[in-house]
């Protein structure tokens, strides 16, 4: 297939950019929409998986800390793949590991090894570390004016399969013991179609790459007798970019982890399945579906201040949880609002690390904060486990404020900094 509408060697007009970003947007949503599905619909049994296979609760953590390390370790291999071989290529690479990955947890369930299991969802994770970087590729032809809300659109498809997909756990698990799967990994057969589908759309229909016709772009601009100054780095600004989306993503990784394995103690045992599908969509529901508002605000009143912004709805979360941990309604708001800080802090931060940072940085930055951001996580999903053991579930919230707090801290730093014109 022809990389159109911009053909190779084609002279370049900002209508032919245009065109070709909202395409490329449009692909990259599509696919958001499908990986939404596929890491929806098995998330949330990564810790019940673990749980069951290790047979202590204490160790379910190391479930979403396997999704987080395998992301980790591969976010800087995947952004240097996309800084040489473009975003088609490190994205589709992010599927086949996925799809490895889960035929590995099934196979591990049915052999019953805890030690399998993990590899099968650190290999998850490294296809989901390739869907993060699918908000970047949205960023890679868009105007500054746009950016924010063109990274926030392909954040917002993520809603429609991460809503589906944990309520697919109940029908998945249907389906998996009619036909003799493990207990608990029928739901990956939803994942794993889904994951095949993205695969299908990257290779066929995301052309031209965003990235190499970013880099064409930036190297005729630069041969012109009347290029621009290039972009400025201000890397002050991208380190507290960096901060605020591992920050936000610690603090929501390791409360949503537990979330789970806590309401298996709260609610009916006949009624869990059900009780976490339902909550983990609404979370998922909170992450994605006002990534536009977030991503318009951001645009119109600053990155710095929607990154505050989203504090203080994780504040507003780990309030709610550490007062109401018994109550199901309360884990519920809890975790809706717990989305909507990581909505907020995760769009904006993520686009100011783009604005900060020139194009021929940017894969490899982009990288480091992905891979600080999954590496964060995988540590804070351990450690969630242990403390949940050890003060409970509203012990657990009042010890995740520590990250939001770091944030604050480093937002009024940076807007001093501005403030006196350093970067």
Known sequence: MPDSPVAAGAALTERDLAVTQRRTVRVLAAGQVLTGVAFGA?????????????????????????????AALTAIPLARLAGRRGRRVALTTGNVAALIGIAVVIAAAALRLFPLLLVGIALIGAGNAATLQSRFAATDLASTARRGRDLATVVWATTVGGVVGPLLLAPGELIGASIGMPRLTGAY???????????????????????????????????????PAPQADRPGVARFAMLAVAASHVTMASVMAMTPVHLSHIVAPDAVTLAVGITISAHVFGMYGLSPVFGVLADRVGRVGVIVLGQVLLAASLAVAALLPDSQAGVLVALVLLGLGWSAATVSGSALLTEATPLSLRPRRQGRSDTLMTACAAAGSVLAGLVLGAV???????????????????????????????A
């Open 189 to 227: 057969l939803f994942s794993f179609a889904a994951q095949v589908c993205a695969f299908a759309l990257y290779v066929l229909v995301l052309r031209p790459d965003p990235l190499l016709l970013a880099q064409r772009v930036e190297r005729e601009a630069s041969a012109s007798v009347t290029a």
């Open 392 to 422: 409970g579930y509203d012990g657990l919230a009042l010890w995740a404020l520590v990250p939001v707090a770091a944030v604050c801290v480093g937002a009024v730093v940076v807007r001093s900094r501005q403030s006196s014109g350093v």
């Open 42 to 70: 098995t998330l949330s049994l990564g810790a019940l998986l673990a749980a069951d296979l290790s047979g202590q609760e204490a160790l379910s953590g190391l479930a979403t800390a396997s999704v987080t390390l395998g």
